[in-house]
């Protein structure tokens, strides 16, 4: 019985492991990270309803990138895009370097999204002008609940 080693299998890559929006990210000693509330909907309270008001939600989105056979530069692209298109914003334009194998980054992005209308918005994820992902988010308005009626004494 012979034993030859079997050769490595390609692996490709630049690979994405996740791309999500979260209320929190918490960054341990070991550097480690933990996402808080991963959340696809919000929902905006009170009157008047957009387009009559406008507003904004902030919120974290992550982004995680593992090497694969990759090791280089690339750059890393985010852009939501409103649910009418008509609002397009390039949330980040950063390099990111990975150095192979299980390598990888975590991109955090505080993100402040101006509400001039509800509905499905998208962040478009592209690495080196490559379309990733899309990670939807809804965001959808509520009037605020009725006060109950007085009662009297």
């Not at 808080?36 to 982004?63: H, K, S």
Request: glycine share 8%.
């Amino acid at each position: 019985m012979t034993s030859e080693a079997t050769p490595a299998r390609a692996v490709g890559g630049p690979y994405l492991t996740s791309a999500t929006f979260c209320e929190r990210v918490l960054e341990e000693k070991d550097g480690v990270n933990s996402l808080i509330r991963m959340a696809d909907r919000y929902e905006l309270r009170g009157e008047p309803a957009p387009p009559d008001r406008t507003g904004a939600i902030q919120t974290f989105f992550v982004v995680t990138i593992k090497s694969g056979d990759f090791a280089g530069e690339a750059l890393l692209s985010v852009r939501l895009i409103s649910p009418s298109g008509a609002d397009a914003v390039d949330a980040v334009r950063t390099p990111i370097t990975l150095k192979g194998a299980e390598h990888g980054v975590n991109v955090r992005i505080l993100l402040t999204v101006p509400v001039r209308e509800t509905g499905l918005f998208w962040a478009d994820v592209e690495l080196d002008g490559r379309l990733l992902t899309r990670t939807p988010l809804r965001i959808e308005y509520r009037p605020p609940s009725p006060e109950p009626a007085a009662t009297g004494q």
